[in-house]
Each structure stands twice: as structure tokens, then as C-alpha cells.
């Protein structure tokens, strides 16, 4: 398993990139559309991780009930169906296996923090 990135979900997508480019020198490392909304990844340019900034409305659906108020935090996996059977076996709350933005992925929730995190095919 390896960190992938954090997804914020943000009210403001613009103000939000150019806080973490001109405050922090991060630079813009990807994006991606989602419809009218453009997804971007923000991140140090001399490092992998990064922040993917998600528009809060783009998530108004929310088709897997996320808590839009604390980050998901996104691994890869090389293999998406054993890890999330494994994490079922555990007794880990899972969602079903489904494609985001031509990915396949689920997403597992933290009992304790009430945390997402989302697990992706490499």
C-alpha cells in the first residue's frame, strides 16, 4: 500500500489553489475534469504527495455518504478486491467497488475519527 494524497473538499477551488501556491510555494502537479468542475492536485514539486482539491459542490450527491467536513485520504493498492475483502474480513465499514473519474476505488470510513480514506488500483 502507498499514500497516494489528501482529498480536501473545498467551498472555494480557486482561492484554495492559490493559498497553497503562493503561500506555501506548492505548484500545481495535475488536474482533471468532473463535468463543469476542474479537480486540481497541488503539491511540493520535489516530493509525490499532494493535495487534490474537490469542489464541495461537485460532492452535493455525495454517492457514498463522505464526510464532506474531514479529508480523505487516498492509497494504491495493487489489488483493489483483496484489500477490500481483507478490510471486510476485519470488519472494516467498506463501500462498494465503483469507478471515479476512470479509476476503480472504494472508500473505508475510520470509526474512531470518522475518517474516509479511499483505495485505488495502481
Request: aromatic share 12%; charged share 20%; proline share 3%.
Amino acid at each position: 500500500m502507498k499514500l497516494g494524497y489528501v482529498v480536501l473538499y473545498v467551498t472555494n477551488p480557486d482561492a484554495c489553489l492559490e493559498f497553497w501556491t503562493d503561500k506555501f510555494g506548492m505548484v500545481e502537479k495535475g488536474s482533471k475534469r468532473a463535468g463543469i468542475f476542474s479537480i486540481v492536485k497541488v503539491g511540493f514539486a520535489d516530493q509525490d504527495f499532494s493535495f487534490e482539491l474537490v469542489p464541495l459542490e461537485l460532492m452535493k450527491n455525495n454517492p457514498s455518504n463522505l464526510d464532506m467536513t474531514t479529508p480523505s485520504i487516498a492509497f494504491y493498492v495493487s489489488n483493489l478486491e483483496q484489500t477490500r475483502s481483507t478490510l471486510i474480513e476485519k470488519g472494516v465499514q467498506v463501500t462498494e467497488l465503483a469507478e471515479h473519474g476512470g479509476i476503480n476505488s472504494f472508500a473505508f470510513i475510520d470509526n474512531e475519527s470518522r475518517g474516509f480514506a479511499v483505495l485505488k488500483s495502481n
